[in-house]
């Protein structure tokens, strides 16, 4: 399930740190995008990784997917 919804007001200063917050305690976390947001999945969730210094996952529909290593690792990802 998504963790966050952003909505009409967009991408604010407190989404992304609220995002940040939310990669270093999670590493992998959900977005939604309201309908009434306006914006496109793909490219906003390509914006945000680029300001969180994340990686994009993938998006479905209105929603997508970031990952950030954090500074304690909780993913092992297999090499």
Same mark, same amino acid.
């Given at each position: 399930?998504?963790?966050? %919804?952003? $909505?009409?007001g $967009?991408?604010?200063?407190?989404?992304l740190?609220q *995002?940040?917050? +939310?990669?270093?305690? /999670?590493?992998?976390?959900?977005? @939604?995008?309201?309908?009434? !947001? %306006?914006?496109? =999945?793909?490219?906003? =969730?390509? &914006? *945000? +990784?680029? !300001?969180? /210094? =994340?990686? #994009?996952? %993938? !998006?479905?529909?209105? @929603?997508?997917?970031? #990952? /950030? &290593? =954090?500074?304690? +690792? %909780?993913?092992?990802?297999?090499?």
């Amino acid at each position: 399930d998504p963790i966050m %919804q952003i $909505g009409k007001g $967009g991408v604010t200063d407190n989404v992304l740190k609220q *995002i940040d917050d +939310a990669l270093e305690a /999670r590493e992998l976390i959900k977005i @939604k995008l309201l309908n009434n !947001s %306006q914006l496109e =999945a793909k490219q906003t =969730a390509n &914006e *945000i +990784a680029e !300001s969180v /210094r =994340a990686e #994009y996952v %993938q !998006s479905i529909g209105n @929603k997508f997917v970031l #990952y /950030r &290593e =954090a500074k304690e +690792a %909780q993913i092992v990802i297999p090499k």
